[in-house]
């Protein structure tokens, strides 16, 4: 129906939806000649009875292109080297290149690509990372929003966080975002609005040593920054570009704020937490459970790119 992560024409807005199974969480940003504007942000219950078809309907959004989003259980994101065939094969080789690096059948997948700046070293050719998202998925993403007739991406939560990071003013130095879910978090490392690394962090390790190891509690900083620190080595060892000395964490709260002092203390990273209201021209302020079950669809709706690869 259609390319995952296809990128479509500018427009002065977009709506990002995230959906689980029994809400969605909805963002609205215009674009004017100051910029984003957050102008809706909200988390919507789909009522006894009803499924994401029928309560997005009742939403009355605005007519702007729209992208959904993909659940962190419904897809893999893997680095690996562009096989060398032409443009127009690409998809088709990848998807043999992957069918040993995913949990499950590659021909059950949907298979998209996105670039990172070349590494200037300790690689042989060009990596790029590839996306291979169960069908079912994206099917089930149509089936809710396709009736939405500008309905035009479905993205993965990695490149959401790029988006929102790309608003940062630190951004143009260069940013990690570490993105904290139950039992997994992401680390984006992300310069300007260029996406160089991501990886999974399994929290249930950060949380073994933890006074409080039940999910949502706090975390063992020096794992997290074991890590971090990670992720942030293959960058400086494959990328011709200056240290990433910022850290935002997020969503806001008291998990993420005891991170970011825990961190801030261990290291010498300058360690904030992500405040959407800061972060964003908003039209209304947001309260912290609020951008917690936003955060990815307000990513999605900032969304801006128009090239196709």
Request: proline share 6%; charged share 20%; glycine share 6%.
């Amino acid at each position: 129906m259609f390319g995952l992560l296809k990128r479509s024409a500018a427009a002065k807005g977009r709506i990002g939806i995230v959906l689980d199974d029994e809400r969605a969480a909805v963002a609205v940003v215009n674009r004017d000649s100051s910029g984003a504007v957050l102008t809706r942000c909200e988390s919507v219950p789909f009522g006894a009875g009803r499924d994401a078809a029928a309560a997005l309907q009742a939403l009355e959004l605005p007519a702007m292109p729209l992208s959904g989003v993909l659940r962190s259980q419904d897809y893999q994101l893997a680095l690996v080297e562009a096989p060398d065939v032409p443009p127009a094969e690409l998809r088709a080789a990848m998807r043999w290149r992957l069918r040993d690096n995913i949990d499950f059948r590659v021909e059950d997948a949907v298979i998209d690509v996105f670039d990172i700046p070349p590494q200037s070293r300790g690689s042989q050719g060009r990596m790029m990372y590839a996306v291979a998202a169960r069908r079912t998925a994206v099917d089930r993403q149509g089936a809710a929003l396709g009736a939405w007739g500008k309905f035009d991406v479905v993205d993965v939560p990695e490149l959401c966080l790029r988006n929102l990071v790309s608003q940062l003013p630190a951004a143009a130095s260069g940013v990690a975002m570490l993105h904290l879910g139950q039992t997994t978090a992401s680390v984006v490392l992300v310069r300007g609005a260029t996406f160089y690394f991501a990886r999974q962090m399994n929290l249930q390790t950060a949380m073994s040593g933890s006074a409080d190891p039940a999910p949502g509690g706090r975390l063992n900083s020096e794992s997290v920054l074991l890590e971090l620190q990670r992720s942030l080595d293959y960058y400086e060892r494959h990328f011709d570009q200056p240290p990433i000395t910022r850290v935002v964490i997020a969503p806001m709260g008291a998990r993420a704020e005891s991170l970011a002092a825990d961190l801030g203390q261990e290291s010498s990273f300058e360690v904030t937490v992500l405040d959407l209201n800061t972060a964003l021209q908003c039209a209304q302020p947001l309260a912290p459970e609020v951008q917690a079950d936003c955060l990815l669809a307000v990513g999605a709706a900032l969304r801006v790119e128009h090239r196709t690869l």
